[in-house]
């Protein structure tokens, strides 16, 4: 909701297709950004007319080769018209330098910011089965779980401390509807997600 009368009054408004948007920071009266995401993608927006208009700046997030689709960002905040921070779910830290192009993430707990790599699973679409592959550049505990589109936790494919090196899991779903699901890769409080589709 929106007003320009100092909260008397609010005037409900949706900025970008009803997406959730779980943040939002005014540098000003005319410049702001909201921040959330889902099922529907990682979501940063920037307003530079005092919420008349939005434009999403997901698709430039640089995160060194680690995509940050489907995660939650909840909070936002800048120190200024170019510098500034957004943070979510699983410890993820984002960083901007560029007014509002996120470009960077931040591991709050090492110089070096990802450990792991996920890839896209294969086949996809799949029925029943299908592999996911992730690798480790040092011994770690991981977690490898899939969730359907509510959040629901389906499987979990791996659970455990792995060496470095190639791993591979096989996610079975010959008793799940067909429909998107997501599989998320987690190591301390770092996580990657990743979206595959069960067509039966």
Do not use: C
């Amino acid at each position: 909701s929106r007003t320009t009368d100092g909260g008397q009054t609010w005037v409900q408004s949706s900025i970008w297709g009803g997406s959730s948007l779980q943040g939002m920071y005014f540098l000003d009266s005319m410049n702001g950004w909201a921040v959330g995401g889902g099922v529907g993608g990682t979501k940063v927006l920037r307003t530079s007319d005092a919420g008349d208009t939005w434009i999403l700046q997901t698709h430039d997030i640089n995160t060194n080769g680690v995509p940050v689709n489907n995660t939650i960002l909840n909070g936002v905040f800048m120190t200024g018209a170019s510098e500034g921070w957004v943070v979510g779910n699983y410890g993820t830290v984002l960083k901007t330098s560029s007014g509002g192009m996120v470009t960077s993430i931040e591991d709050e707990n090492s110089t070096v910011p990802f450990d792991f790599e996920l890839s896209q699973n294969y086949p996809n679409p799949f029925n029943p089965s299908t592999t996911i592959e992730f690798r480790l550049v040092k011994e770690s505990f991981v977690e490898l779980s899939v969730t359907n589109t509510l959040g629901k936790r389906v499987a979990t494919l791996v659970e455990g401390t792995r060496p470095a090196g190639d791993h591979v899991a096989t996610f079975d779903a010959a008793d799940l509807p067909s429909g998107v699901y997501f599989y998320s890769l987690r190591s301390g409080n770092v996580s990657i997600t990743k979206r595959l589709m069960l067509m039966k």
